[in-house]
């Protein structure tokens, strides 16, 4: 990536804009994503990955809808919309940019228990704000997205379709995950039994941003934001915020699920929302059935030689199913 190249996104959106520099940021699987310093401010810059959103304009419409609605009720963090609600084509990519929130940070793990209330509150918040949203007026981002059969069958193809070291450096994984692989279908079937809401379905703990107090600022990274049920938000918490050790973490004899966390992230969230019995019932079951959920993708993108997440290493994709099995491993429900 060139600067005049940066320059030339962004005159798409401002008159006498002057790019003064540039840097990658590395957080996020998904998308390419740069801090830029302009004359007149600084700025997010994103490309989309194009392989996971094929359509990007059908998640730009979720996103405006629901930024409008969140603006109109009051949502008291910042949700940064991409501005100008414009994606642009440039070097066979499609960018955005986002305003840039100062003083704060995001971090791939809790470090401070302050963390886990903040972030808890806000999602709550958001379900409770969001409550009398028509959901059926979002379309569907990613079909399938938390679907457990879907992923079941996804891992079938990649086991077909694996190199030999791939599927053997993979087998004790893949055969821990047969055992437990009924757990994603009975997920699927307590999500049909459950009100359909709206629903960001990213809430890993990099999607909040925090400032030195560590109380969150904004909620970040709208593109999965779609209709679903609230155990994909809540599952995603109690998988990322349990986990102290983050998911990139290789000691795995060490990656156990925090109690007490998940304890807090129930309340603080339950604080905010009222939720059904049937919800209220399952919330930690869903932490479990996501956990597990994310295992299988990783497992299924390593024996598929790596086309959906980036990787650092040919064993990054192997490695992160095994955190997070570790992880499930230890979750009670
Ligand atoms: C991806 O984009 P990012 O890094 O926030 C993924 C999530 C996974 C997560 C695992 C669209 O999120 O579903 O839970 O990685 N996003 C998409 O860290 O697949
Ligand atoms: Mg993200």
Redesign the pocket.
């Known amino acids: 990536m060139e600067l005049i190249q940066v320059q030339q996104i962004f005159s798409n959106y401002y008159e006498g804009v002057d790019i003064n520099s540039f840097n990658r940021v590395s ?5 390419e994503t740069f801090v830029v310093e302009t004359n007149q401010g600084k700025y997010i810059l994103q490309a989309i ?1 194009q392989h ?2 094929p359509d990007p304009n059908i998640g730009l419409a979720n996103i405006k809808l629901i930024s409008a609605a969140l603006i109109e009720k009051n949502f008291k963090y910042y949700f940064p919309a991409p501005i100008q609600f414009k994606y642009v084509h440039h070097f066979n990519k499609i960018w955005r940019i986002l305003p840039f929130i100062e003083n704060t940070r995001s971090y791939d793990q809790i470090i401070d228990v302050r963390m886990v209330s903040e972030a808890s509150w806000c999602m709550g918040e958001f379900y409770q704000l969001l409550e009398g949203f028509p959901a059926e007026k979002l379309s569907q981002t ?1 079909p399938n ?1 938390h679907n457990g059969a879907h992923y079941l069958n996804k891992l079938v193809i990649g086991r077909d379709k694996a190199i030999k070291q791939r599927k053997e450096a993979a087998e004790i994984v893949l055969n821990k995950v047969d055992e437990v692989s009924h757990l994603l279908i009975q997920f699927d079937q307590l999500v049909e039994e459950s009100p359909t809401r709206v629903v960001h ?2 809430t ?1 703990i ?2 909040f941003l925090f400032d030195d107090k560590m109380k969150v600022k904004a909620l970040i ?1 709208l ?2 934001l779609m209709p679903g049920s609230v155990y994909s938000d809540i599952g ?1 918490m109690i ?2 915020y349990s986990n102290v050790h983050g ?1 990139e973490s290789t000691s795995f004899d060490q990656i156990q699920a925090n109690e007490k966390i998940i304890a807090e992230i129930i309340q603080c969230f339950c604080q905010k929302v009222s939720l059904s019995q049937i919800e209220n019932k399952n919330l930690r079951f869903a932490g479990k059935a996501i956990t597990l959920m ?1 295992s299988v ?2 497992l299924t993108d390593f024996l598929m030689g790596d086309i ?2 980036k990787t650092n290493s040919p064993m990054h994709n192997l490695d ?1 199913a095994k955190n997070q099995l570790a992880l499930f491993d230890s979750m009670k429900w």
């Not at 957080?27 to 998308?31: P, Q, V």
């Open positions: 957080t996020g699987l998904i998308n990955n996971v959103f990613i997205f379905f990213d890993k990099n999607n990274d593109d999965t995603d998988r990322t998911e994310q993708r990783f959906y997440y992160r």
